[in-house]
């Protein structure tokens, strides 16, 4: 899928990916499918910069922050055919996990602190 040129691990890292991006989101020759896909992208980034601490933005968040272009992306989906492709795949917060012995505990994931996004050991 061409979306994943742009943002390679999921999100755009920089600001130039950022803007290709959108770019390519408000294209309308684009097919719809990947349009939805690019919304989805889009609107979860910018769920997560407005939840996360302004002291820990980077570049790509500051502009997706301040340009208002981004502040009111229009949904593509335009029935629910489209719903198949904004399938959510949760991930689960209770499973089970191996100890060294073989035996199987039940692990329950913490919802992880908006203001620490990096620090791992926080979910692990």
Not at 43 to 53: G, P, V
Not at 65 to 76: E, F, I, K, T
């Amino acid at each position: 899928m061409k979306v994943y040129q742009f943002a390679c691990r999921g999100f755009p890292g920089t600001p130039y990916k950022l803007e290709r991006l959108y770019k390519y989101y408000a294209n309308p020759h684009v097919p719809r499918r990947n349009r939805i896909v690019t919304y989805m992208l889009l609107s979860k980034l910018k769920d997560f910069t407005q939840r996360c601490n302004v002291a820990l933005h980077n570049r790509t968040m500051t502009l997706l922050c301040s340009n208002p272009a981004y502040q009111d992306l229009v949904n593509p989906m335009q029935g629910l055919e489209d719903l198949s492709y904004a399938e959510k795949r949760h991930i689960p917060s209770h499973f089970l996990r191996v100890k060294d012995d073989g035996a199987t505990a039940l692990r329950v994931m913490r919802t992880p602190d908006p203001n620490l996004p990096f620090d791992l050991d926080q979910i692990a």
